[in-house]
């Protein structure tokens, strides 16, 4: 492992409230109702960072999420329209567990591309029979006559969907349970239609450990690669932050500075830019974006000690070698423990990091949900990285239980705009094998201009 330099900054917010925190409402923020029966029972409609479950092509905008009978719906409706045409499939799913996400994109010819109902099980894979069609014809992902076993599909976790500029896709999973579990990358060729496997293992975890990871592809097209550590399945065990980048669409991988990696990456192999010891109440998966520049922004949470109350860090490369900055957010309003098994329901939940570069300079936002804010969906705006202050933002008044944030990539990359799938929902904290009972709610979108400044 390299030496790594590490600038820590604290910025405080503007207009502080009590807890730290302004209350003001974001007058460029609001929500339109996709359905009214969706399930709410636990969180697997709503997950952090999934890629992604809301998803514009062309004129259309597509979302899909599980209803009250457990099917998964598909939804599309014209970019501004607040009318969506909805479609209940007949595939179902697992929704007790959260884990089950589905993950959603549309290729350039206009098919939809969806995968559902994964926690270490067998490949769930359909495409669209037609451009712009919400029917879905169920298929073999890599083709006949691959087993599931031979082809490294019979325990996924996790799938994600990449759209690339040249209209290829990727498509992203674990194979293997927590602990034990490596980072599969496929990617789908526009011209034959077919999906081909890139790399059985991109992170490896030796039989040992599992990468937790997130993926984003810019708006230049580079591939970049964030993860944490994990030993056995308990989440206290999360440790270091790490990073790799592509510019060649997944083919190879390279640290920040150029470095190449050999695949697979392991543990010991790591271009670790932050060192963070476990239990130290890290949350996984970490986001990464990069902004216009293609200089990576990774976020999460976790504590500067065992004892100490977590905040959200978002860190960045300096332009002197092998330095990065850490941004620090202000503390959470009380402290909490983070440990165990299965879905955690912690009182904030992860977020998603934006940042944005206009006229030279880098605006950088972060939207999470804070049970110490009345369980509203809150913002936090820096709109100068080298010298301004956070501002915090309410962009959802309503308690919204229990929901994590997952944003539209296109709508972000063409327009400074953050769409996100919002629902209230319930989780039960460590259980995955059951659901609270509670009533479906409706689902939506929110949508929230970033300002330039």
């Not at 580079?222 to 592509?246: F, G, K, Q, T």
């Amino acid at each position: 492992m390299r030496t790594i330099f590490l600038l820590m900054s604290l910025f405080s917010l503007m207009s502080c409230g009590g807890g730290g925190y302004p209350l003001s409402a974001d007058a460029d923020s609001r929500y339109s109702i996709i359905a009214d029966d969706a399930f709410a029972g636990s969180s697997v409609n709503v997950l952090a960072g999934v890629k992604q479950t809301l998803f514009t092509h062309g004129q259309f905008q597509y979302a899909a999420y599980y209803n009250a009978n457990r099917h998964l719906v598909l939804a599309k409706r014209p970019t501004g329209s607040k009318t969506w045409q909805t479609q209940v499939t007949p595939f179902t799913g697992n929704v007790d567990d959260a884990h089950n996400h589905i993950s959603l994109v549309v290729d350039a010819d206009g098919y939809l591309h969806i995968a559902w109902d994964h926690h270490n099980s067998p490949l769930n894979y359909a495409r669209s029979v037609a451009p712009g069609a919400l029917t879905l014809e169920r298929k073999p992902m890599l083709g006949e006559p691959q087993s599931p076993d031979e082809a490294g599909e019979n325990s996924v976790t996790y799938p994600q969907f990449y759209a690339l500029p040249s209209g290829d896709l990727l498509f992203a999973y674990r194979d293997g349970g927590s602990g034990r579990g490596n980072l599969v990358l496929n990617r789908y060729d526009l011209r034959t239609q077919q999906w081909q496997r890139l790399h059985s293992s991109v992170l490896d975890g030796e039989g040992k450990r599992s990468a937790y990871w997130d993926m984003s592809v810019d708006i230049n097209g580079v591939v970049h690669l964030a993860w944490i550590w994990r030993e056995p399945p308990d989440v206290a065990s999360n440790h270091d932050l790490a990073y790799a980048r592509s510019f060649d669409q997944g083919d190879t991988w390279q640290q920040y500075d150029g470095t190449p990696y050999a695949l697979p990456i392991t543990e010991s192999e790591s271009d670790v830019v932050v060192p963070i010891p476990q239990h130290h109440k890290l949350m996984n998966p970490p986001v990464v974006m990069g902004d216009n520049s293609s200089r990576p922004f990774i976020a999460s949470y976790w504590a500067d000690s065992p004892t100490d109350i977590p905040r959200y860090q978002v860190v960045y490369p300096l332009p002197q070698p092998n330095t990065w900055q850490i941004i620090k957010a202000p503390k959470a309003a009380e402290n909490f423990e983070l440990s165990g098994h299965g879905t955690k329901r912690p009182p904030i939940s992860r977020t998603i990091v934006l940042p944005r570069q206009h006229n030279g300079v880098t605006s950088l936002h972060l939207i999470y949900r804070d049970d110490f804010q009345s369980g509203q969906v809150m913002g936090l705006t820096m709109h100068n990285i080298i010298d301004a202050n956070w501002e915090s933002h309410v962009l959802h008044p309503q308690n919204v239980g229990a929901w994590e944030p997952s944003i539209d990539p296109t709508q972000w990359i063409q327009h400074g705009r953050a769409d996100l799938l919002l629902q209230r929902v319930e989780q039960r904290d460590g259980n995955d094998a059951e659901s609270a009972q509670v009533a479906p709610s409706h689902i939506g979108v929110l949508s929230w201009q970033a300002s330039l400044q």
